[in-house]
């Protein structure tokens, strides 16, 4: 690596000025075993934010170099009075070697000088570094440029791609505080950037009252400017207000701003709550109830990401906590952190709140550790106060994340045959059918006879997986095979899929295979489903039916509904559907 460096670097003769002086210095920033440490001062000319960034930048490289550094300005000076094109091609030149804390300062060291030459090349230039250096190197552009030509910098900044406009013209801000505001308002009255600046002009003077937060406040939530683009600035401010007049005015926050601005008053709650939550405790929650039910979810989402045991102890405190989602939150938090925590302190949790615990423990140690549950899954079955379908709940989010394991043990594990296990293959093979349908579907038709899976038509019900996961033709091929008790519930999912992208001919000879019951089940079935989503569609359909007991049938149907929920039909419709049912409406139609 220092022999390509070396040899790159000594290929460039400056204006006839050797350039080997240089290039010791550069494979000095470059090679130096000791990255140099930036401090503050460095951090801000990085972020362009100064108006002396080559003085600084001049400094440090004065302290790294040491002995050097005479020769190292001497080079510099040559090069400024030689050529910009020369200093541009050595600013590429560093592009080369791996980059480092030393020859980005290098790097942003020249671009400075560039900038004071020709700023346009400067500007060009920052393109050519890798993108993560955009940012900095755009502010050190912008904040020279400005010193030396502020309209002709605010044309560039206007070019820029959108993302850097802000970050812009902070540092033109920043940069020129000796513009006054009637001056910058001239400035920018007729470019596109004339938002932005009053908006961050109006933050300069509002970030000057932070010594009274409580008008600060009031100015930036009443202001012309949308709340949602002073986010950050509101964060500030609702910081100092909490410094000052404690976590009592989060009550004044919710009254003034999350009326209008829900979203933004949530995203400043939980930035100000995160650090320390629990300090806010007392306040939430004496709160109002309607404050309170927005304020402690937030409240608890934070402080169970950090302490889930005392964020649910002190949930236990709020008489209403199960009624704004708190319960839940800290639940799937604390699972989050230490799922086993949970798990083996099950008894020291509310007796009501036992069945929302196991739930979120199940849900969350099926992805990470499936075997720990199942071994313990009688015993959670067993826990007072729990009552939910726990193993449908293991298997279903265990097949999501590991389908062959969870159908392996639901094969090994639970009675051959039995209801139970009947319904938790079900579920497997609905994860199955994700990773590998065809080899889900064997599965699916290998089950014994007698068995609880093909008896109950799970068989079926798996077709709505299949069609749901874009396997539609595969799934009507497999109608033939479907065993007796299942071929209602397989009908159904494929004739379901068919309405809906308006295969209405293989939907309704679908209904032609069927007989007695089972096919009047399969058409109320899709009739239903073309009402919700598709009316105009079916009843075109009617007419051209070539089976009368189907027209009238489905005809029957849709006036049925039309007469349970009151709107599927308008009065055109509802005519013409029942011209269709012959010696039923005549005299209804006549009167």
Known sequence: MKETIKTTLLGATIGGFSSVTLVAIVFLLVTSEEPFQQDDATNAITAGKTSNTSDLNLRLLEDLLGSEYKKFVETITVLETQSTTQLSNLITETLRPEPSNNLRLLQEYL?????????????????????????????????????????????????LPYFYLEEAVRTILASRPDVSIEHWNDLTGELQ????????????????????????????????????????????????????????????????????????????????????????????KNMSVEAREVVAPILFKSWASQQPRKAYNALLEIDDYKQHWSLSIVLQEWVKVDAMDLLDNIHEIQRGDRNSAVSAIVMELAKVDPEAVAVRLDELKQTLGVYYELDTTFVD??????????????????????????????WALRGYVELDVDRAIEIALNQPPDSHFV????????????????????????????????RYSGYAAVGRELVEIERWDE????????????????????????????????????QAMPDDNTRQYISSEIIRQHEWRGNVLTEQQLEHVQSLLPGVYENENTE
């Open 455 to 486: 008896q109950s038509g799970r068989v079926g019900s798996l077709l709505s997986w299949v069609t749901s996961n874009g396997h539609l033709d595969k799934a009507i091929d497999l109608l033939d095979k479907l065993p007796t008790d299942a």
């Open 111 to 159: 671009v400075v000088k560039l900038v004071r030459a020709d700023p346009e090349s400067a500007l060009d230039i920052v393109w050519n570094f890798p993108w993560y250096q955009w940012q900095d190197l755009i502010g050190i552009v912008i904040s020279e440029w400005s010193i030396l030509d502020l309209e002709q910098t605010l044309i560039a900044v206007e070019q």
């Open 193 to 284: 950037l004339a938002d932005i600046f009053e908006r961050l002009i109006q933050e300069v003077e509002v970030i000057t009252l932070l010594e009274e937060p409580y008008i600060a406040w009031d100015q930036v939530v009443q202001d012309n400017i949308s709340n949602s683009e002073q986010e950050e600035l509101l964060v500030r401010i609702a910081i100092a207000r909490i410094e000052t007049e404690g976590y009592g005015v989060l009550e004044h926050l919710f009254d003034t701003l999350y009326p209008t601005y829900q979203f933004v008053f949530e995203s400043i709650l939980r930035k100000i709550l995160d650090d320390a939550p629990e300090l806010a405790y007392e306040t939430v």
């Open 507 to 542: 939907a309704l000879n679908l209904a032609l295979d069927l007989e007695g019951d089972t096919r009047d089940l399969y058409l109320n079935t899709i009739t239903r489903t073309a009402i919700y989503s598709n009316v105009p569609g079916l009843i075109n359909q009617l």
């Open 397 to 426: 989010h265990w097949a999501r994340h590991d389908p062959i394991g969870a159908t392996n043990w639901v094969q090994e594990n639970i009675p051959a045959g039995s209801s139970r296990q009947g319904n938790l293959l079900f």
